[in-house]
């Protein structure tokens, strides 16, 4: 006669947390759900129903697009795990043109309504203050940005970390094959060597005066992102908004974070730029670099048209463009192992925002993933994480480490810089020749067949 498994428990019921438990429940493993909306007094300031997977920001989960966006190759490869959260977004979805949106109180309500079916499923409504109880041996803490002050503190005792909750300074982040290296070039301030003996680790774009100061004043003029009321933004000193920098001065950003020290043009050595943006590689493949300094809350439109402003990125597309906002999100590269568990405390697993991935799906896919982990654990049975080729394994190198080492670990949107590059073809499935500018769209549908070929692979093999 065998026994069933004891039950998981989760905690948190938004995207990553249904989604885990789910997936855990689908395994033939009970789960537990504790949820502290719906509990009499107790609130969070971004929530405004009580209802699972509530969305409390947009109602789009982002392009759907699988052969040419990173975000739809993470749509398809969820689907491919039997989602929930992407079944109830496809039965709720609402017209966005190529973008999956979905009515929101009908998507939660359909959350809701399957895990409530689901006889492996319990929800409770409570809060868990402080660290889960010592006999819940099989935990995953899914509570997102806006975890309750009791479990974020007694996660710092835990961890010994210094802060999980605070306002993370986020700079944009460009592709680096949309560099125009025509005009950028390659070069350390005054050729200083790093660690590894690279004296060329940034990539530097020259300004004149005259684009100097038109910078500055689409700076000054673009329309800032406001803060929510709990927000309560210290703007501190070592991570001011570089617009803020541009209101204490029009010189200010030359003396900062644009300085022309230190550097030559090569094209032309003889001329000293009036200022000049870097850009410093942001991953160990090199695919991503994010602009030094630039730390924003200009809105995203107001952003992309700015920024391209700086010769060398008039073309520039963005992994990620910049903030400043309160977070919650772990040091996960130095605190995580590759199952997503504590290393302090191995009998919690961490889902969701909290592990410093960025959006919707991104949280939701970190809930699959670690829901059908903790179901393995349960079950006896060794699972390794997606390799890195498929989007879902990718985000998992980015939070346990896939970050370039000694930088600051910052969160990340899925985008094909996190993938392991594959070269541009130069001729289709037919064997014509790709135009040169069409190559680079040529080589994501490769990277997503690659990427959906993986993750099944993975599947079947579990």
Known sequence: MTT?????????????GSEAAWQIANAGVPVI????????????????????????????????????????????????????????????QVPAGGALAVDRDGFSQAVTAKLEAHPLVTIVREEIAGLPPEEWDNVIVATGPLTSPALADAILKTTGEESLSFFDAIAPIVHADSIDFDIAWRQSRYDKEGPGGD??????????????????????????????????????????????????????????PMKPVGLTN????????????????????????????????????????????????????????????????????????????????????????????????????MGLLTGRLAAAQALGRDLAPPPPETAMGALVEHITGGHLEGSKFQPMNINYGLLPPLEAPKVDEDGKRINPKDRGRARKRLMSIRGLAALKAWRDAA
């Open 4 to 16: 069933s498994p004891s039950p998981i428990h989760v905690i948190g019921g938004g995207l990553a």
């Open 33 to 92: 759900l504790h949820e502290m909306r719906g509990v009499p007094g107790i609130k969070t300031d971004a929530h405004h129903t009580d209802g699972l997977a509530e969305l409390v920001c947009s109602n789009s989960f982002r392009s759907d697009d699988w052969e040419y966006n990173a975000v739809g190759l993470l749509h398809a490869e969820m689907r491919a795990l039997d989602s929930i959260i992407m079944s109830c977004g496809d039965a709720n």
């Open 199 to 256: 004296a060329a680790a940034y990539v530097n774009c020259p300004m004149d005066k005259a684009q100097y100061d038109a910078f500055i004043d689409a700076l000054l003029e673009g329309p800032k992102a406001e803060f929510k009321d709990w927000e309560n933004v210290p703007y501190f000193d070592g991570c001011l908004p570089i617009e803020v920098m541009a209101e204490r001065g029009r010189e200010t950003l030359r003396h900062g």
């Open 266 to 365: 090569p094209r032309n050595p003889t001329v000293k730029a009036h200022a000049i943006v870097q850009l410093r590689q942001d991953n160990a493949l090199g695919t991503l670099f994010n602009l030094v300094g630039f730390q924003t809350k200009l809105k995203h439109g107001a952003q992309a048209e700015t920024f391209r402003m700086i010769p060398g990125l008039q073309d520039a597309q963005f992994a990620r463009l910049g903030g400043l906002h309160r977070n919650t999100f772990l040091n996960s590269p130095k605190l995580l192992d590759r199952q997503l568990r504590l290393k302090a405390m191995p009998r919690l697993r961490f889902a969701g925002q909290v592990t410093g991935v960025e959006g919707y799906v991104e949280s939701a896919a």
